[in-house]
């Protein structure tokens, strides 16, 4: 039961997170919204996935999308100093 209510909130917050980052006009705000988004589903590929191994994929996961979210950040904030 308190594994549902973990994926329950976690999925919530997944969603929630989601619609932030397509709603949100202004590419440096979404980014937080992204991480909280990556965060969630790192949770719920935990609670998903009933394997020893699932704990290494999410933190496998997590770390290569926080990687990928950096890298935006820093492109994006090497373009806007040139201009």
């Known amino acids: ?3 549902l209510i973990a ?3 976690c999925g919530v917050v997944a969603l929630f997170a989601a619609a932030r980052t397509l709603i949100e ?13 990556n965060f969630a589903i790192a949770g719920l ?3 998903v996935l009933q ?3 699932s704990l290494v994929a ?3 996961y ?3 999308s926080t990687l990928e979210a950096n890298a935006i950040a820093s492109a994006r ?6 201009d």
């Open 58 to 60: 999410a933190a496998a």
């Open 7 to 9: 994926l329950y909130i």
């Open 45 to 47: 590929i935990v609670l």
């Open 1 to 3: 039961m308190a594994e």
């Open 51 to 53: 394997h020893p191994l």
């Open 62 to 64: 997590f770390v290569g």
């Open 25 to 37: 006009p202004d590419p440096y705000r979404k980014l937080p919204y992204l991480n909280v988004l």
């Open 77 to 82: 904030a090497g373009v806007t100093r040139d």
